[in-house]
Nanobody, 122 residues
Framework: QLQLVESGGGLVQPGGSLTLSCAASGFTLDYSFIGWFRQAPGKEREGVSCISRGGGVTKHADSVKGRFTISKDNAKNTVYLQMNSLKPEDTAVYYC???????????????WGQGTQVTVSS
């Protein structure tokens, strides 16, 4: 059974950092593109970051460039999202997803995790 499980969310003060993890089971990340998405209340789901199969190519939304970093450890079958300099507007449920088509369009993604809440507040 294909499964993605996110972890690492929580409450953090503005300017703080969090690292999200996305662990895959039932398939290997070597053959999949992985993306991180987020959805705030009342807003559409938006692409945050994505990474290529080998991990050598990444893409970030303009809103997080310079603050977020996506990486993967194929040996652990896990993708990470390092989030620094967090802002209140980063508050959302964060999801990881897998696809065979690289990009930040959520419509390209076939398998989704259940999400993890990130709240940035003082």
């Amino acid at each position: 059974q294909l499964q993605l499980v996110e972890s690492g969310g929580g409450l953090v003060q503005p300017g703080g950092s969090l690292t999200l993890s996305c662990a895959a089971s039932g398939f290997t990340l070597d053959y999949s593109f992985i993306g991180w998405f987020r959805q705030a209340p009342g807003k559409e789901r938006e692409g945050v970051s994505c990474i290529s199969r080998g991990g050598g190519v990444t893409k970030h939304a303009d809103s997080v460039k310079g603050r977020f970093t996506i990486s993967k450890d194929n040996a652990k079958n896990t993708v990470y999202l390092q989030m620094n300099s967090l802002k209140p507007e980063d508050t959302a449920v964060y999801y990881c997803a897998a696809t065979s088509k690289y990009g930040l369009d959520p419509r390209r993604y076939d398998y989704w995790g259940q999400g993890t809440q990130v709240t940035v507040s003082s």
